[in-house]
């Protein structure tokens, strides 16, 4: 119901827009349209002359090809308004946001002034309380947080801002729900991300992007062609003996000039934002959205995108004289107090498969040994015993002060544990071990084939991944990937997407950290996780509001949807002139000439009505392909041969059809209601 | 005619056997390799590096390759230019022919043999010394082609080489061209066309007495050597008025298909050049392809219409074909129709029959060709590049549709590109439309015309098709020797010519910089033959429906009243 309402609002908005962009400095942008516009105002001088003249059955013709002129313009306004329209609602929301804020700015001496958000500059340091709304973009230098973002995000649940690592980067206008951080503010006012964000979804500051450019260009060449055609049939009518009114020759330029792509096209540029935001991705320019559709190599990372973040438990291998549930239970104990996922799935391992329920720590008089770099293992000391879990290499080392032996079977296992892309994590109660556990990466359901679908596209996926060859080469057979890069350091990335650049490709990736910047500032398309770091942000071309790696796919099918929307309709839209001719040649010249009635193919009533079907169905084919433009064209993940045979036959073939019957349907209802 | 199909079958046969092995030696030539008859080539082109003291390994950028380009043809049109203007002064004029008479003919004749229009005002046997005819308009014949294939060939390197900013050197390209392709095979040519009765002397002209009693003179010359360039450089220009239905210039059925081959194979074999330079074959066989498509489809409207022929003859009583007035009897229907096809497919425009007196439709075809910008295979490397300039407007349109930023080759067609293709095809264009508007609406334009209605609308528009095109084929009618159509045909010819090489070459300059991005699933193929119907179709939607509603106005109409019963 709401959404209804608000789309009313939004098609009541637009309407009324469509009448505000007449204003000819709006006009003039769009050069195709631009022809239009100066045609309806000589046909209405013309429609006026004829009047004061008395010839008032020339008048009406003239006036009713002036009214559809005027609704051609009209519609191609209303397109660009509808999806201005869209992309206002949304910066509405975010405008409550960013209304003006208290801040409180730390001092020199320490303490704290309140002052208004405005006077933040780059640089100051603010204290930001549970309660308060973060004033600007910022880093985090002291403290931690959990702060609701949903302003920004539409993400509900809170997340946890703290200064030092990759989460350290908080974003003006959302709200500090506990605790308190101390923020460095990196930007000034009127350029937060939340102001561009505005910006961008209003399309306010929307730049043509380059393909759009060399399209439009392209539209402005046929139109001056047919412009060219048009103007020198004057002369050679007169030749003929016979005189064109002037109303047909601009009747017949309007319909020849490409107007349905040319007034489409900015909508769906805008469309194609859209359609990205409303996935919850943000472009920081339509250029990436374009290239996005261009990318032949996709970089990966691994956890997140191809496989389920976490490492899951999923066997126990024992050790010679060792029962698996010893060592399961073994494995659970040391694994309750552990929080972290693996841990938990160890546990949870144990239930499933052994039956062994979680035991009260308390009552054992347990102490937890957590994990640290140093020891590089965890585990649990209980009265009786030790237990730990680590690496094998770890508890190689941890046995073996103890006194203990490492089992030859144990460590093949671990080998062979590795080599099918596992983690080995071995588990030792005092110095005897007793077995491992069998820590598996779980590739996310389904990606393999979106992988396949990928590679259909032409486009190469790589996994990237911190593992080691062996790890990471199973995983990535299990994938599906292309290729893979193990053991990846930023330096690595960055020399991977240089090397394909040089080879002509374009490269796409996603990366949060701050040691990810130079590679997503230097890849085609990069897209930073809005839980990122403000360095990793600032060097990509998109922001994920999700922080959904696997989304970089969806921005890829967006790209490219976008650019076989403009290529359908342009085909669309020349493809429909040939009808065209054929409804106003004969109708222009079958008094001179007779036999040129023999091209009247559709058979219209009269050069009248044939004049004016032509010019309605060029005018309604605008607004019946809004719909269209907003959404673009249906994408499948087919190979380029199969698309483009898909979209000729709808699109091209399509487009020479549909107006002939078109033409023919408006010409029956005009004689019909009796207007021709 | 099942005749006539079969000769065109074996036209095409002949000519794609033997278009095959010259683009690949073609590739060879041009990629500055070594190709047979090296040491006799070697040491001549020397001579002429020397004398011009060029180093023809030096690579130029695009500016340069132009600049030289543009100041080779300048002197190339000054020279034909003043030796018109000069040759009763000079030797080799048996006839003792008067120097050219007006100014505007000459600069006419000097803009149309520089371009490879060959467009003649004037009647070769009246007007030009042999010396003239041979220093000037065969050296042009020679010249001209060669610059033509320069281009196209500067374009396959913009396209074919990466991340560079050169295009090759102008005056090896040039010198090689004329060396070891076009010198050859003339030589052959010449031979071949001799042994088939075509004339060469240095005689003046002969007086004789005919069977009735009359007093005849016939004109004599050099005419087999000309002849040879005239075709195969796809010049057209006749050494005598009615060029090749001349007894002298063509006399055989054999003659004919020997003519028709040569204006064809170098176009034809360019695409296999392209091929071979692309290393794709396929990249050329689709462009061919899209070519020959257009000319089946030509060809097949063309004779279709003349077969057809005249209601109104036949209504007479007449037997046979209707349609053979402007037409020799030895070449008859068949060969009549392919002649016109080939000759305004290839911007040749020898011709061997009249095209004024073909049928509306039929004479549509050579028109349309010639509006089309030549690119139904074309005249040396002008059909290429031109062509080339409609395939980058199909890989934009329908590259888009395939959901990646256009390119062809694996380079991307960008702002730039569009708007230089745009500026090739469009200059032309409005160039056609305009000069026939202007010249239908003024006394000087009209003048000209010989027949009043439909017909005259055809003439005015056929010449300057043919201007701009660089066809330089008449539709007869036009009386086309006035200030007003020396100087207008002779603007529109150099517009024609150098408003797409200019555009065409800062193409190459700027793909030549380009990074080639390697082919996948996902990108546009262009060797296909789905990619040859679109080309064709973009083509006749975008080339065509610019000049329906006049071609509906001149030759469309003439064809419907004619069908009625009323000519013109």
């Known amino acids: ?676 | 005619m099942t005749k006539d199909i079969m000769l065109f079958v074996l036209f095409l046969a002949v000519l794609l056997l033997c278009a095959w092995p010259l683009g690949k030696y073609m590739a060879r030539v041009f990629n500055y390799e070594k190709t047979c008859g090296e040491r006799f080539f070697a040491p001549l082109e020397n001579i002429f590096y020397k004398m011009a003291k060029v180093d023809p390994r030096t690579e130029m950028p695009w500016k340069e390759y132009c600049l030289n380009l543009i100041i080779f043809n300048a002197l190339g049109m000054l020279s034909l230019f003043v030796l018109q203007l000069t040759q009763a002064f000079l030797p080799l004029n048996p006839q003792q022919l008067p120097n050219v008479e007006t100014w505007h003919l000459a600069f006419n004749t000097a803009a149309s043999f520089m371009t490879n229009t060959n467009w003649q005002a004037y009647s070769g046997e009246t007007t030009l010394s042999y010396l003239t005819q041979m220093l000037g308009l065969t050296v042009q014949n020679f010249l001209s082609a060669a610059t033509g294939a320069a281009v196209a060939i500067a374009l396959i390197r913009g396209l074919v080489r990466k991340n560079t900013g050169e295009l090759g050197n102008f005056w090896a390209d040039i010198i090689r061209c004329t060396t070891r392709i076009l010198l050859p095979i003339c030589v052959v040519a010449t031979l071949l066309l001799v042994s088939q009765g075509v004339i060469q002397n240095l005689n003046p002209y002969v007086d004789v007495q005919t069977v009735e009693g009359a007093q005849q003179t016939i004109a004599m010359g050099p005419v087999a050597s000309q002849e040879a360039i005239k075709e195969l450089g796809t010049n057209g220009g006749g050494f005598f008025n009615a060029n090749s239905s001349h007894p002298f210039e063509n006399p055989t059925p054999w003659s004919n298909f020997l003519e028709m081959f040569l204006i064809l194979v170098i176009p034809t074999g360019l695409l296999f050049t392209f091929g071979e330079m692309c290393k794709d074959k396929k990249q050329g066989y689709a462009v061919l392809a899209s070519m020959l498509l257009l000319f089946v489809l030509m060809l097949g409207v063309c004779y279709a219409s003349e077969k057809y022929g005249n209601p109104i003859v036949a209504a007479q009583g007449i037997s046979g074909d209707t349609a053979m007035e402007g037409k020799e009897v030895r070449f008859g229907i068949g060969s009549s129709s392919l002649f016109a096809t080939v000759t305004t497919a290839a911007s040749c425009g020898a011709v061997n029959s009249m095209h004024d007196s073909y049928t509306g439709t039929g004479g549509l075809v050579p028109m349309l060709q010639m509006m089309l910008g030549e690119v139904v295979l074309g005249g040396v490397g002008a059909g290429f590049y031109g062509m080339m300039l409609y395939v980058f407007i199909t890989v934009f349109i329908v590259g888009l549709m395939v959901g990646r930023t256009p390119e062809y080759l694996g380079k991307k067609i960008e702002a730039k590109e569009v708007v230089l293709t745009i500026a090739g095809l469009l200059i032309p264009a409005a160039t056609i439309l305009t000069m026939s508007a202007v010249s239908c609406l003024t006394e000087a334009g009209q003048a000209g015309i010989s027949n009043p209605g439909p017909h005259g609308l055809s003439e005015i528009l056929y010449g300057f098709a043919s201007g701009v095109g660089n066809n330089g084929s008449a539709f007869a009618g036009l009386g086309a020797n006035s200030l007003w159509y020396n100087v207008l045909i002779g603007l529109a010819m150099l517009i024609g010519r150098f408003a797409v090489i200019v555009p065409v070459l800062a193409i190459a300059g700027n793909m030549v910089t380009k990074k080639i991005a390697p082919a996948n699933a996902g990108t546009f193929n262009t060797g296909s033959s789905l990619f040859a119907v679109l080309l064709a179709g973009v083509v006749l939607i975008v080339g065509a429906l610019t000049f329906l509603p006049a071609l509906a106005l001149g030759p469309i109409v003439d064809q419907l009243f004619m069908l009625q019963g009323k000519v013109f």
């Not at chain 1, 990335?493 to 490709?505: A, D, E, F, P, T």
């Open chain 1, 1 to 676: 119901m709401k959404r209804d309402r608000q789309q009313q609002e939004i098609l009541g908005e637009a309407v009324r827009n469509a009448f505000l962009k007449l204003d000819p400095r709006i006009q003039w942008k769009n050069p195709v349209m631009f022809i239009v516009f100066l045609g309806a105002i000589l046909v209405a001088v013309l429609a006026v002359r004829a009047f004061m003249a008395g010839n008032t059955q020339e008048g009406w013709f003239d006036l009713h090809i002036d009214l559809w002129l005027w609704f051609t313009v009209l519609f191609a306004n209303f397109a660009e308004a509808v999806a201005e329209g869209r992309g206002k609602a949304q910066a509405e929301s975010l405008r409550k946001a960013r209304k003006s804020l208290q801040a409180k700015k730390i001092k020199a001496d320490g303490s704290f002034e309140i002052v208004g958000s405005e006077a933040i500059r780059k640089g100051d340091i603010v204290l930001v309380e549970a309660g308060d709304t973060i004033p600007n973009d910022g880093e985090v230098i002291e403290g931690m947080a959990s702060v609701d973002e949903s302003a920004v995000t539409g993400e509900s649940a809170p997340v946890i801002r703290e200064s030092g690592g990759d989460k350290s980067s908080v974003t003006g206008g959302t709200k500090v729900l506990s605790d308190w951080i101390k923020v460095r503010v990196t930007t000034n006012p009127g350029e937060t991300f939340l102001d561009r964000m505005i910006g961008l979804v209003e399309g306010a500051k929307r730049q043509k992007t380059p393909n759009e450019i060399a399209l439009t260009l392209l539209l402005v060449g046929l139109t001056i062609i047919f412009l060219f055609a048009v103007v020198t049939l004057e002369p050679f009518a007169i030749y003929s003996g016979t005189v064109i009114s002037v109303t047909a020759l601009v009747a017949l330029l309007v319909c020849l000039i490409p107007t349905t792509i040319g007034g489409l096209l900015s909508a769906i540029g805008i469309a194609g934002m859209d359609r990205l935001l409303g996935r919850n991705v943000l472009a920081m320019s339509g250029r990436a959205v374009e290239a996005a559709g261009d990318v032949n190599v996709l970089l990966l990372d691994k956890t997140g995108t191809i496989t389920l973040g976490n490492r899951m438990a999923t066997e126990f291998i024992p050790a010679a004289g060792i029962t698996a549930g010893e060592l399961a239970d073994a494995a659970q104990l040391a694994s309750l107090a552990d929080e972290t996922p693996e841990g938990r799935s160890i546990v949870v391992l144990a239930k499933e498969k052994y039956g062994l329920r979680e035991r009260d720590l308390t009552h054992l008089q347990a102490e937890f040994i957590p994990f640290t770099a140093q020891t590089r293992m965890s585990g649990i000391d209980i009265v009786d015993a030790r237990i730990r879990k680590g690496s094998m290499e770890a508890m190689q080392n941890y046995v073996s002060e103890l006194g203990g032996a490492f089992p030859a079977e144990v460590r093949s296992a671990c080998e062979n544990i590795a080599h099918q892309g596992g983690t080995p994590l071995v588990v030792a109660k005092d110095k005897q071990v007793l077995g491992v556990i069998y820590l598996k990466d779980i590739v996310k359901g389904g990606i393999k084939e979106r992988f396949s679908e990928l590679r259909k596209m032409g486009i190469k996926t790589i996994m990237i991944t911190g593992d080691n060859q062996l790890t990471a080469a199973a995983i990535a057979a299990e994938a599906g990937v292309d290729d893979f890069l193990a053991e990846a350091t930023p330096e690595a990335k960055l020399k991977m997407i240089r090397s394909y650049q040089q080879q002509g490709m374009l490269v796409a990736m996603t990366g949060d950290g701050t040691n990810d910047a130079p590679a997503l500032a230097q890849a085609d398309v990069g897209v930073a996780m809005n839980s990122g770091t403000q360095a990793a942000k600032e060097a990509g071309n998109m922001v994920d509001l999700d922080s959904n790696p696997t989304k970089l796919i969806e921005v890829v099918e967006i790209g490219k949807q976008l650019l076989m929307t403009r290529g359908s309709l342009t085909t669309f839209s020349i493809a429909n002139d040939i009808a065209k001719y054929f409804a106003i040649i004969p109708a222009l010249f079958a008094a001179t000439y007779a036999p040129l009635e023999v091209l009247n193919i559709m058979q219209l009533h009269s050069p009248q009505s044939a004049i004016l079907s032509a010019v309605i169905f060029n005018a309604l084919i605008i607004i019946a392909l809004i719909p269209l433009a907003m959404k673009g064209v249906a994408y499948k993940p087919l190979g380029a041969s199969k698309i483009l045979q898909r979209n000729l036959l709808i699109y091209g073939v399509g487009g020479i059809i549909v107006p002939f019957i078109g033409i023919k349907i408006i010409d029956v209802l005009l004689v019909a209601l009796g207007l021709a």
